[in-house]
């Protein structure tokens, strides 16, 4: 049975926060909370629980998951980001937008896109999923919590724990998330930033 923790949106309880990083070093899936919508969540390198949110989600190869750091230097360990690209991210994180770059060595090949190499990354704007980051050493792999065939993730915290009893180990609850998932901005060619999907982030600093 899927464990429920109800948690405060604004000011997370930290034994809350650390019991969830913990679970996540664990093995465990958990749905977080975030300034956009509620995510699946796991362990950058465990496979298994990365398959359990393809299985979710029923997600293929070429779908980009998204890596959710807490700082700048994590994004730049992860992945190969030059000093235009970086003055971006540093402009406009955090926030909820997932930015396409190249991933570095330190990702597993798995969770990057097979052909492009490439992986989507992000800095929430939000204080649960924020929180949980800073008790892990290393960023987490996230996917919208939106399940087949339907187009609009779930947004409060009994229906998850409604529809993914047993599918899921840890649902923080904290009460409604948003039903828009972030705006995708693709960074691969620095001097040339494409949005792939609007979202909540503004996208006006990337209009032509």
Excluded at 39 to 49: I, Q, S, T
Excluded at 121 to 129: D, E, G, H, S, W
Excluded at 146 to 165: D, K, S, V, Y
Aim: proline share 7%; glycine share 6%.
């Amino acid at each position: 049975m899927s464990r429920i923790v109800q948690i405060h949106p604004q000011n997370p309880q930290p034994r809350l926060l650390k019991q969830a990083a913990e679970i996540i070093q664990q093995g465990a899936v958990v749905v977080l909370p975030t300034d956009a919508c509620y995510v699946l969540a796991c362990e950058v390198g465990d496979k298994e629980a990365l398959d359990r949110i393809r299985e979710i989600r029923q997600l293929d190869q070429k779908h980009h998951l998204t890596l959710m750091a807490k700082d700048l230097s994590q994004i730049a360990e992860y992945s190969k980001v030059d000093n235009q690209q970086y003055r971006l991210l540093k402009a406009i994180t955090p926030g909820a937008y997932v930015f396409i770059l190249e991933g570095s060595k330190e990702l597993p090949r798995r969770v990057l896109h097979p052909k492009r190499k490439t992986i989507g990354i992000r800095i929430p704007n939000n204080p649960i999923a924020m929180g949980v980051l800073q008790y892990l050493e290393n960023p987490i792999l996230t996917a919208t919590l939106q399940l087949p065939p339907e187009n609009i993730p779930l947004t409060e915290g009994w229906e998850i724990a409604e529809r993914l009893n047993n599918i899921v180990d840890w649902i923080l609850d904290a009460g409604h998330c948003g039903s828009t998932p972030t705006s995708v901005i693709d960074l691969t060619d620095a001097n040339e930033p494409k949005v792939i999907r609007e979202g909540v982030g503004d996208i006006s600093l990337f209009a032509n």
